[in-house]
């Protein structure tokens, strides 16, 4: 909230980067790191919190689609 898609896009990547260089410790005493995606979306027009998050949703799906460790925003048209 309270920012534009250029700076979401720009958090969400630093926070990305910085996730996958952390390592975590398994029981077993081997390490591991961990990815992830997300998807991004943006109300130019009023939507339900719903049909926002759907958005995001989607943008997410195409993420992971394209591969791990990603960040994707949802198209202008909204719907696929």
Do not use: M
Not at 2 to 18: D, F, M, V, W, Y
Not at 37 to 59: M, N, T
Not at 60 to 78: F, I
């Amino acid at each position: 909230p309270e920012c534009n898609l250029q700076q979401a896009t720009e958090i969400l990547e630093a926070i990305r980067l910085r996730f996958a260089d952390v390592q975590f410790n398994a029981n077993d005493g081997s390490t591991f790191g961990v990815t992830f995606s997300a998807g991004i979306a943006q109300s130019q027009r009023q939507l339900k919190a719903s049909e926002l998050i759907e958005l995001a949703d989607q943008a997410l799906y195409r993420a992971k689609a394209l591969g791990k460790g990603r960040v994707v925003l949802a198209s202008p048209q909204g719907r696929r």
